[in-house]
């Protein structure tokens, strides 16, 4: 459906390119953390570790991986602001070739022009603030969920080399990617599992080539500590911004001094094991929770289009919860979790809850309305610096997700596809 097939709103797309290039030049010179990345491959080529110190000047650490650092060893030659714009400019294809496959797994075209722009803009609001963070921070999730999707459609077209080489290297940059090995064995998708252990092998040990065998093992070792789950710094991660499980329940069950502001936040004062084996159980509870999603079916394909994204939107969902030290703009993983809610709202106001009824419907309103509260109302940019402070330093973000999970979990696919097949009939 074309959204400006009139002439007199011909002129918009051009008028968005316009302000889409202006916003790109105006992000590229915060220069974000891809700033950190290019002072990790400078340290890289000066042959030292770039784990575990304060870069771009002592305001963050490199926490990606060996490869990632060398690839980017050429570039930095270059102004930040020149790599940093070529990356945000390769963001706006990631975005466009993910909504590519979230609109094959959707199916729009029952949906009026108005319902349509519904459907987009209740999508696109939801997700906001997470997209806006990885353009203000110049960030790496957008490149990790198209690398997911993009892998998944060339597995689905047979080129199960290409697709496994796309997932090995977003797994290799940021471990996160790993969570669909899982799912892509229980759909007997046993080819492209042993085509990703074998690329994610060689690419771990690529950069022996250029470093030498015995500084590429060292720095794996390095990288393994700071990624490590289990260590000091990631198993009890209290500090201010860093949302998900581990802080979340960190912060609730134990005195902690990891934030800026003095609000006590903990309701139990639980010694350090005992909240380690609480946050691996919570850990352990969602994952489980998978077999929800995927109906406690083994090695099967999944039983549609639409299924198939509603599991795959829980997956990606819960990865920056069970995954520690994540940062808010690694919650724009859960954009797809809450495009297909959008699209449940909008498909049966479409169809007049034949299929739900009207109080399910407005169940699920009221929770993904409290989750956008929890979530984006909560940005400096509504309520004020202070606000957005005391608002992190409680971890709304986590508890918004988690909000989502239970609305999606009340979103099943079959009370869409039994609506699409009464309307065939």
Same mark, same amino acid.
């Given at each position: 459906?074309?959204?400006?097939?009139?002439?007199?709103?011909?002129?918009?797309?051009?008028?968005?390119?316009?302000?889409?290039?202006?916003?790109?030049?105006?992000?590229?010179?915060?220069?974000?953390?891809?700033?950190?990345?290019?002072?990790?491959?400078?340290?890289?080529?000066?042959?030292?570790?770039?784990?575990?110190?304060?870069?771009?000047?002592?305001?963050a650490k490199y926490f990606y991986s060996p490869l990632f650092a060398l690839i980017l060893m050429p570039f930095i030659v270059f102004p930040a602001y020149v790599i940093s714009f070529i990356w945000l400019c390769a963001n706006v294809y990631f975005l466009v070739r993910i909504w590519k496959f979230i609109s094959l797994k959707l199916d729009i075209t029952v949906f009026t022009k108005k319902e349509l722009y519904l459907f987009l803009v209740i999508a696109l609001l939801l997700s906001m603030r997470f997209l806006l963070y990885n353009f203000d921070n110049i960030q790496m999730t957008i490149f990790l969920l198209w690398a997911i999707f993009e892998s998944l459609l060339l597995f689905e077209k047979g080129k199960n080399k290409s697709g496994a080489f796309l997932l090995a290297l977003a797994i290799n940059i940021k471990l996160m990617p790993i969570v669909i090995i899982p799912y892509l064995l229980l759909r007997k998708r046993f080819i492209p599992v042993l085509w990703i252990v074998a690329f994610s092998i060689v690419l771990l040990y690529l950069p022996a080539l250029f470093l030498g065998f015995e500084f590429n093992n060292f720095l794996i070792r390095e990288w393994g500590k700071v990624i490590n789950p289990l260590n000091n710094d990631n198993s009890i991660d209290a500090s201010y911004g860093v949302q998900g499980l581990t802080p979340w329940l960190a912060t609730l069950l134990m005195k902690t001094t990891g934030g800026e502001l003095s609000y006590k936040r903990n309701i139990a004062e639980l010694d350090m094991a005992t909240v380690n084996w609480v946050?691996? #159980?919570?850990?352990? !509870?969602?994952? @489980? $929770?998978?077999?929800?999603?995927?109906?406690?079916? %083994?090695?099967?394909?999944?039983?549609?289009?639409?299924?198939?994204?509603?599991?795959?939107?829980? #997956?990606?969902?819960? !990865?920056?919860? @069970? $995954?520690?030290?994540?940062?808010?703009?690694?919650? %724009?993983?859960?954009?797809?979790?809450?495009?297909?809610?959008?699209?449940?709202?909008?498909?049966?106001?479409?169809?007049?809850?034949?299929?739900?009824?009207?109080?399910?419907?407005?169940?699920?309103?009221?929770?993904?309305?409290?989750?956008?509260?929890?979530?984006?109302?909560?940005?400096?940019?509504?309520?004020g610096y202070h606000w957005s402070q005391i608002t992190q330093h409680y971890k709304s973000i986590t508890y918004g997700t988690i909000i989502v999970v239970i609305a999606l979990a009340l979103c099943r696919p079959s009370y869409i596809e039994d609506g699409i097949e009464r309307s065939i009939v």
């Open positions: 459906m074309q959204l400006f097939n009139n002439k007199r709103y011909k002129f918009i797309p051009y008028v968005g390119l316009v302000l889409l290039a202006a916003f790109l030049v105006k992000e590229c010179f915060r220069e974000g953390d891809f700033k950190v990345f290019l002072d990790a491959a400078k340290t890289l080529k000066e042959h030292h570790s770039m784990y575990g110190i304060w870069l771009n000047e002592g305001s946050i691996n #159980i919570a850990r352990a !509870a969602f994952i @489980v $929770f998978t077999l929800y999603f995927t109906g406690f079916t %083994f090695f099967k394909k999944a039983k549609s289009k639409l299924r198939m994204f509603w599991e795959l939107s829980y #997956i990606v969902l819960i !990865a920056p919860l @069970v $995954f520690p030290h994540q940062q808010k703009y690694a919650f %724009f993983l859960a954009a797809p979790a809450l495009t297909y809610m959008a699209y449940f709202i909008v498909y049966h106001y479409h169809s007049k809850f034949k299929c739900i009824s009207y109080s399910r419907w407005v169940f699920v309103i009221v929770l993904v309305s409290l989750s956008f509260i929890l979530n984006t109302l909560t940005s400096d940019m509504f309520i």
